[in-house]
């Protein structure tokens, strides 16, 4: 099956070929994205109009809105212009008003003569104790009142669009259904008593209650899968077209890796040793490892990272391990160097700051081998770096980087292992839904002796009091990160403010003892400052968001974050994961600019209340939604039109399953449900997924 499937036809015809929807309306519909039955068919009402006929508005709640039969009165045109013209009419108990502006008599008087039998139906509302229906929603002679439906779905409109309008449209879609061959696993519909999919929409579209409306009505939710399904089969079709790709052969001796391990004064927690053999038994296989590695800050990633590149390094090839920014890489650097001794490993670092011979240099000895572990930012794979046998490849703190940056680094080495780590964990609803066509470890648990971090919410009046205590801190040898915030994007506001608190600390604490590092800073001065502090010399760093992911300093135990509010929850539970982190007490104080808005507090509130890092991002994604939670533009998540990642992650991991269940025992999909599930592709628009499924 090269092209759409026939069947399908219909509903990706203009939607011009629908009865009453002409061009005009055609093009106000695709600004709203939709451009084809299909689009009318997985917009669903989001509610639902009870029009019922009734005998009378006697008696109603009022405002509410209803449907009656009525015997149409005397007209009274507006006084002046722009007035009301109000027609008077009368149920059989009750009498009341239609009224209407701007319209015009002729029409008023044909829709409604005088004398004439009428269902109308629209809200009524009292205004100045008399009952009236403002612009009435239909008014139908009596013959026709069957065209105004018991239950009116409404929909979300595009302007200039109506609702009248819209549903006509949607009809028009759902009578051309076609019959499609169920693509669900038979054993999982029965199960959830979902209705085939045609009959799912038909239903959805037919609402006759709240109920109905609700994301876990059977019809809707089966719709939802079908999304999921959707995405996932064509994640599982990436991931098995990955898999077949030939990948290398790394197995390890686990010399290298003893030797590091006897070196340290601590063991490996059970989760890191889990993640480790994950690893090493995905590099040891003859598919190329695509693998996500999560932990929570504070988890020990970094080790993991280095076993990993160990086993390349042990199966005689090389390995990357590439950060987000300078600090992070230099820091990973000064980590790992004296382990990489002990195990008689070369290890390099390669940033933009590399430049002329010496560049040149390090890229003579990794294409000889003679580099076995390079560390760097995005630099290491630039076009020219070329390595002599490269067998692994980390990307550190994923979120910051595209998903296309992850294939670059991953073609550089013509078949290495892809191990990606993320700081930040995700809930398991967007894990799946973006890295569904990857294998994930978790480091679900925080090595021994962490000490919770105290966190207190302290308005920013009480700064003076603050500054007191830091005061105090510092004379007791501890230290203290200063983060300022990110003003409204804009580097140099953003800039003047940490001056500003630099400044203003180093009045108040002394000279020598406060730094400052920035984004702009030239590298060799925020190197220096942040060498200082990593080696306590400076013990008070103000810094702007640059510390954010990933660095290390022990010692430092105070963390004051000002305008905590608005910064993302994720960033602030990286920000204090930087603390808690040696012997000491650590404090982190979260400083707002009042008055504090009720969402505001709740975000610190969660802050307060735990250091769980996936507990803290459910809640980051019930209160901000997926696509603001990693930033839709990068986020590589797709736009779900009915199914709710965050609220059916149960439903997500369900089609992961069974996706990669489909595709294990019908590669080529074309079994009777493999071909079904094509047909379900081609629906979803996963147009590139068609082009992935393997032939024969
Ligand atoms: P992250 O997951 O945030 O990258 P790191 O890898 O930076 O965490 O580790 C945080 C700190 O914990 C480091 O100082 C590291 O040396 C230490 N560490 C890592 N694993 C263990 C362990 N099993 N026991 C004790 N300390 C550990
Ligand atoms: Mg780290």
């Given at each position: 099956?090269?092209?759409?499937p026939?069947?399908?036809f219909?509903?990706?015809?203009g939607?011009?070929?629908?009865?009453?929807?002409?061009p005009?309306?055609?093009?106000?519909?695709?600004?709203?994205?939709?451009?084809?039955?299909?689009?009318?068919?997985?917009?669903?009402?989001?509610?639902?109009?009870?029009?019922?006929r009734?005998?009378?508005i006697?008696g109603?709640?009022l405002?509410?809105?209803?449907?009656?039969?009525?015997?149409?009165?005397?007209?009274?045109?507006?006084?002046?212009?722009?007035?009301?013209?109000?027609?008077?009419?009368?149920?059989?108990?009750?009498?009341?008003?239609?009224?209407?502006?701007?319209?015009?008599?002729?029409?008023?008087?044909?829709?409604?003569?005088?004398?004439?039998?009428?269902?109308?139906?629209?809200?009524?509302?009292?205004?100045?104790?008399?009952?009236?229906?403002?612009?009435?929603?239909?008014?139908?002679?009596?013959?026709?009142?069957?065209?105004?439906?018991?239950?009116?779905?409404?929909?979300?409109l595009?302007?200039?669009?109506?609702?009248?309008?819209?549903?006509?449209?949607?009809?028009?879609?759902?009578?051309r259904?076609?019959?499609?061959?169920?693509w669900?696993?038979?054993?999982?519909?029965?199960?959830?008593?979902?209705?085939?999919?045609?009959?799912?929409?038909?239903?959805?579209?037919?609402?006759?209650?709240?109920?109905?409306l609700?994301?876990?009505?059977?019809?809707?939710?089966?719709?939802?899968?079908?999304e999921?399904?959707?995405?996932q089969?064509?994640?599982?079709?990436?991931?098995?077209?990955?898999?077949?790709?030939?990948?290398?052969?790394?197995?390890?001796?686990?010399?290298l890796?003893?030797k590091?391990?006897?070196?340290?004064?601590?063991r490996?927690?059970?989760?890191?040793?889990?993640?480790m053999?994950?690893?090493?038994?995905?590099?040891?296989?003859?598919?190329?490892?695509?693998?996500?590695?999560?932990?929570?800050?504070?988890?020990g990633?970094?080790?993991?990272?280095?076993?990993?590149?160990?086993?390349?390094?042990?199966?005689?090839?090389?390995?990357?391990?590439?950060?987000?920014?300078?600090?992070?890489?230099?820091?990973?650097?000064q980590?790992?160097?004296?382990?990489?001794?002990?195990?008689?490993v070369?290890?390099?670092?390669?940033?933009?700051?590399?430049?002329?011979?010496?560049?040149?240099?390090?890229?003579?000895a990794?294409?000889?081998?003679?580099?076995?572990?390079?560390?760097?930012?995005?630099?290491?794979?630039?076009?020219?770096?070329?390595?002599?046998?490269?067998?692994?490849?980390?990307?550190?703190?994923?979120?910051?980087?595209?998903?296309?940056?992850?294939?670059?680094?991953?073609?550089?080495?013509?078949?290495?292992?892809?191990?990606?780590?993320?700081?930040?964990?995700?809930?398991?609803?967007?894990?799946?839904?973006?890295?569904?066509?990857?294998?994930v470890?978790?480091?679900?648990e925080?090595?021994?002796?962490?000490?919770?971090?105290?966190?207190?919410?302290?308005?920013?009046?009480?700064?003076?009091?603050?500054?007191?205590?830091?005061?105090?801190?510092?004379?007791?040898?501890?230290?203290?990160?200063?983060?300022?915030?990110?003003?409204?994007?804009?580097?140099?506001?953003?800039?003047?403010?940490?001056?500003?608190?630099?400044?203003?600390l180093?009045?108040?604490?002394?000279?020598?003892?406060?730094?400052?590092?920035?984004?702009?800073?030239?590298?060799?001065?925020?190197?220096?400052?942040?060498?200082?502090?990593?080696?306590?010399r400076?013990?008070?760093?103000?810094?702007?968001?640059?510390?954010?992911?990933?660095?290390?300093?022990?010692?430092?135990?105070?963390?004051?974050?000002?305008?905590?509010?608005?910064?993302?929850?994720?960033?602030?539970?990286q920000?204090?994961?930087?603390?808690?982190?040696?012997q000491?007490?650590?404090?982190?104080?979260?400083?707002?600019?009042?008055?504090?808005s009720?969402?505001g507090?709740r975000?610190?509130?969660?802050?307060?209340?735990?250091e769980?890092?996936?507990?803290?991002?459910?809640?980051?994604?019930?209160?901000?939604g997926?696509?603001?939670?990693i930033?839709?533009?990068?986020?590589?998540?797709?736009?779900?039109?009915?199914?709710?990642?965050?609220?059916?992650?149960?439903?997500?991991?369900?089609?992961?399953?069974?996706?990669?269940?489909?595709?294990?025992a019908?590669?080529?999909?074309?079994?009777?449900?493999?071909?079904?599930?094509?047909?379900?592709?081609?629906?979803m628009?996963?147009?590139?997924?068609?082009?992935?499924?393997?032939v024969?």
């Amino acid at each position: 099956m090269s092209g759409r499937p026939e069947q399908l036809f219909p509903l990706f015809a203009g939607l011009e070929t629908l009865s009453g929807i002409g061009p005009r309306t055609a093009r106000l519909l695709a600004r709203g994205g939709i451009e084809a039955p299909r689009d009318l068919l997985f917009s669903l009402p989001y509610s639902v109009v009870d029009r019922r006929r009734r005998e009378t508005i006697r008696g109603a709640d009022l405002p509410c809105t209803l449907t009656v039969e009525v015997t149409v009165g005397a007209h009274r045109p507006p006084r002046s212009r722009g007035g009301a013209w109000r027609v008077q009419v009368e149920d059989s108990q009750a009498a009341f008003q239609l009224v209407f502006f701007h319209a015009r008599a002729d029409y008023l008087s044909r829709l409604l003569p005088v004398g004439a039998r009428r269902v109308v139906s629209g809200k009524v509302e009292l205004f100045d104790g008399m009952a009236q229906m403002v612009h009435p929603d239909h008014v139908v002679p009596v013959e026709e009142a069957a065209s105004i439906p018991e239950f009116e779905p409404v929909y979300h409109l595009t302007q200039g669009v109506g609702q009248k309008l819209m549903y006509r449209a949607v009809q028009g879609a759902l009578a051309r259904l076609p019959d499609l061959e169920e693509w669900i696993d038979p054993a999982l519909l029965a199960s959830r008593r979902w209705p085939g999919w045609a009959e799912a929409l038909r239903r959805a579209h037919a609402p006759r209650g709240a109920d109905d409306l609700a994301p876990s009505a059977p019809e809707r939710e089966r719709l939802a899968y079908d999304e999921f399904f959707a995405h996932q089969l064509t994640l599982a079709l990436a991931r098995a077209r990955e898999r077949k790709a030939r990948g290398i052969q790394s197995i390890g001796t686990g010399r290298l890796q003893r030797k590091v391990l006897e070196s340290l004064p601590w063991r490996l927690t059970g989760a890191q040793q889990r993640a480790m053999e994950e690893i090493a038994a995905d590099m040891a296989a003859p598919e190329r490892m695509n693998r996500l590695l999560q932990g929570d800050v504070g988890s020990g990633k970094t080790l993991v990272a280095f076993m990993a590149l160990l086993v390349a390094v042990e199966a005689g090839g090389q390995g990357v391990m590439m950060a987000p920014t300078e600090i992070l890489a230099r820091q990973h650097l000064q980590a790992l160097q004296p382990l990489a001794e002990r195990a008689g490993v070369v290890l390099e670092i390669l940033t933009g700051r590399d430049k002329g011979a010496e560049r040149k240099a390090k890229l003579a000895a990794l294409k000889a081998g003679d580099i076995h572990i390079l560390v760097g930012t995005h630099a290491v794979f630039q076009d020219d770096v070329a390595f002599r046998d490269l067998r692994l490849a980390i990307v550190d703190e994923q979120h910051r980087f595209g998903v296309r940056q992850r294939k670059e680094l991953a073609e550089k080495g013509v078949a290495a292992d892809v191990l990606v780590m993320t700081a930040t964990p995700i809930p398991r609803s967007l894990a799946l839904a973006r890295y569904g066509d990857m294998d994930v470890s978790v480091l679900d648990e925080k090595p021994p002796g962490r000490k919770p971090v105290k966190t207190a919410i302290v308005s920013s009046a009480r700064l003076d009091e603050v500054v007191e205590h830091l005061r105090c801190a510092v004379a007791e040898g501890r230290q203290c990160y200063w983060v300022c915030p990110l003003v409204e994007e804009s580097e140099t506001r953003d800039l003047t403010a940490a001056e500003e608190r630099f400044r203003h600390l180093r009045a108040a604490l002394g000279e020598g003892v406060v730094g400052l590092v920035h984004g702009q800073m030239p590298p060799d001065e925020r190197d220096a400052a942040m060498t200082a502090f990593q080696s306590g010399r400076m013990q008070v760093l103000v810094a702007t968001t640059v510390i954010e992911v990933g660095v290390d300093v022990p010692n430092a135990s105070i963390m004051v974050i000002e305008r905590a509010e608005i910064f993302g929850l994720a960033q602030l539970h990286q920000l204090r994961g930087r603390v808690g982190r040696g012997q000491a007490d650590s404090t982190c104080l979260l400083l707002y600019h009042p008055p504090l808005s009720e969402s505001g507090r709740r975000r610190l509130e969660v802050l307060r209340e735990t250091e769980d890092g996936f507990r803290i991002a459910e809640v980051d994604l019930e209160m901000r939604g997926a696509g603001d939670l990693i930033g839709t533009a990068q986020s590589g998540l797709p736009k779900f039109r009915i199914a709710d990642l965050e609220r059916q992650a149960g439903l997500m991991a369900t089609a992961q399953t069974d996706a990669r269940a489909l595709l294990a025992a019908d590669p080529s999909l074309s079994g009777e449900r493999g071909r079904a599930a094509r047909v379900l592709l081609w629906l979803m628009r996963q147009d590139e997924a068609i082009g992935l499924i393997s032939v024969g």
